[in-house]
C-alpha cells in the first residue's frame, strides 16, 4: 500500500486506494461478486488459513470496497478501515469487537438518536452499560468512569446545537484510565477535523451524510489500528453488516469531490449563519463559525472549518418553526443531513420527538429550534427561501 502520510487531503481524495487491474482503467471498477477463485487447492488452503493475503468472500473482503476503506483510512490519517453497511453498524461493530458483558461506557448525550438507542436498549440487554454526560462537562465524564470503563464515546460538534468537546482532553481521560476514545466523525469528515490527530483511537463514519454528500446510499466504516480494528473486523465478518461493492463504488465517487463540497458547505453556512443573526424574530443561532459562539476558540484550534450544520432558534415556538419550514420552496423537510441538496428539520418533534421535555431541555432542544444542513445551492437562493416564513 502506498504511503499517503506526505500527500494534502485533497490528493488522497481522489487518488488513494486505487489498485488498477492489467485492464489499465482509469476509474475504480465495481467487483460485483460474492465469492473470489483460487488457482489451486493449495492456494486456497493458504487464503483460509491466513498464511497467503487475498480474497476469499465478499462479506470478509472485496477490491471495491478495499479501495473506499484504504482511502478514507489515509484521509482521517489512521492505520486502518473497515467498511459497513450502515453508520449504525459501525457504531454496532465498534461495541461488539471491542466489548463484552460487564464492561461499560460513558458516551456524550447529544449523540445521534438511534445509538442512544442502541446503547440503551440493546447493548443493556448483553450487559453492557452506558452513562450519559454532557459533551463538555469534563468533570462528569471524569466522574463517570468506573475501573469497568473501557470506551468513552462522542460526536463533536453535536446535532443541532453544535455543542464541541476538546478531543484531546478526552483522548488523555481516557488513556489515564485504560480506555479508549470512540468519535463519531460524520459531521465533519477528515476534510475538517481529523479526531486521531487529537488522540483519538476509533473514528466512526456514517458515509451516508457528507462522504456520499448526495443523499444516495447508506454506508458507514470505523478506523483505527491494531488489535481494536482488527477486533472491530471479527465482528464484522462473522456477523455480516459489512459494505456492498456497489455502494462502495459510489462512496468513492463521493470522497472525490468531499473536499470541494465541504469548502462549498462551510462558506454558505457561515454566510446563513450571519444572515440569521440579524434576523428579528431570530432569538439564537448555534454556528461554531460565529464569533458569538461560546466555544468559537476551540473550534478554531480543532477544526479547519465549521462545517455545514447549523440550527436556530425562532421567537412564537414550534408554529413559528414550522411556518419557516412549510414556507421553503426548494429546501427540502427530511431528517438526514449532509447532502448537496439543503434540508430543513424541527428537531424538537422528529429527531428528538422522542426525548422527554426534561432530556429535551438538557439536550437544548426547545421548541423554536429548526436545524438546518446547508447544501451546494446558491446562498441567495437559501437565504430568501428561509426568509418567506420568518
Ligand atoms: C446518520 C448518523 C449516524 C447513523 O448512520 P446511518 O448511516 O444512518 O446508519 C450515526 N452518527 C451520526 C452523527 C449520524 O448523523
Request: aromatic residues 2%.
Given at each position: 500500500m502506498h504511503d499517503w502520510s506526505e500527500y494534502e487531503l485533497e490528493t488522497i481524495a481522489v487518488r488513494a486506494g486505487q489498485h488498477r487491474t492489467?485492464?489499465?482503467?482509469q476509474s475504480e471498477p465495481i467487483f460485483p461478486t460474492s465469492s473470489f477463485t483460487f488457482a489451486s487447492a493449495a492456494e486456497a488452503a493458504a487464503r483460509f488459513s491466513g498464511e497467503e493475503p487475498g480474497n476469499i468472500y465478499s462479506r470478509f473482503t472485496n477490491p471495491t470496497v478495499r479501495t473506499f476503506e484504504e482511502r478514507l483510512a489515509a484521509l482521517e490519517g489512521g492505520e486502518r478501515c473497515v467498511a459497513t453497511s450502515s453508520g449504525m453498524a459501525a457504531i454496532l461493530a465498534t461495541c461488539m469487537g471491542l466489548l463484552q458483558a460487564g464492561d461499560h461506557m460513558v458516551s456524550s448525550r447529544s449523540i445521534f438518536g438511534t445509538t442512544t438507542i442502541l446503547f440503551n436498549n440493546f447493548l443493556a440487554k448483553f450487559g453492557v452499560e452506558t452513562d450519559f454526560v454532557g459533551l463538555s462537562d469534563y468533570a462528569a465524564w471524569e466522574a463517570a468512569?468506573?475501573?469497568?470503563?473501557?470506551l468513552l464515546f462522542l460526536e463533536t460538534?453535536?446535532?443541532?446545537?453544535?455543542e464541541m468537546a476538546d478531543i484531546k482532553r478526552l483522548a488523555e481521560l481516557a488513556h489515564k484510565n485504560g480506555a479508549l476514545l470512540v468519535v463519531d466523525n460524520c459531521l465533519s469528515t477528515p476534510i475538517l477535523q481529523r479526531p486521531f490527530d487529537f488522540g483519538a483511537d476509533l473514528v466512526i463514519h456514517?458515509?451516508?451524510?457528507?462522504?456520499?454528500?448526495?443523499?444516495?446510499a447508506i454506508g458507514g466504516a470505523v478506523i483505527g489500528g491494531g488489535e481494536s480494528i482488527e477486533a472491530v473486523y471479527s465482528f464484522l465478518r462473522s456477523a455480516g453488516p459489512t459494505m456492498s461493492p456497489f455502494n462502495a463504488w459510489i462512496f468513492l465517487k463521493g470522497l472525490e469531490t468531499l473536499s470541494l463540497r465541504m469548502d462549498r458547505h462551510c462558506e454558505n453556512a457561515l454566510k446563513l449563519a450571519q444572515w440569521l443573526e440579524v434576523q428579528?424574530?431570530?432569538?439564537q443561532v448555534f454556528y461554531p463559525?460565529?464569533?458569538?459562539?461560546?466555544q468559537h476558540e476551540l473550534a478554531k484550534r480543532q477544526q479547519s472549518g465549521f462545517g455545514g450544520l447549523l440550527s436556530f432558534v425562532v421567537k412564537g415556538g414550534k408554529e413559528a418553526a414550522w411556518r419557516v419550514m412549510d414556507g421553503t420552496q426548494f429546501v427540502s423537510i427530511t431528517?438526514?443531513?449532509?447532502?448537496s441538496k439543503s434540508t430543513i428539520t424541527h428537531?424538537?418533534?422528529?429527531?428528538?420527538?422522542?426525548?422527554?421535555d426534561e432530556q429535551k431541555l438538557e439536550a437544548g432542544i426547545v421548541d423554536g429550534m429548526v436545524r438546518v444542513s446547508v447544501g451546494l445551492e446558491n446562498i441567495d437562493d437559501i437565504i430568501a427561501d428561509l426568509k418567506r416564513g420568518l
Open positions: 492489467n485492464e489499465g482503467e468512569i468506573r475501573p469497568e470503563t473501557k460538534p453535536s446535532n443541532p446545537v453544535t456514517s458515509a451516508t451524510k457528507y462522504l456520499d454528500g448526495q443523499g444516495r428579528p424574530n431570530v432569538e463559525g460565529l464569533e458569538s459562539h461560546p431528517a438526514n443531513l449532509g447532502d428537531p424538537a418533534t422528529t429527531t428528538h420527538g422522542r426525548l422527554s
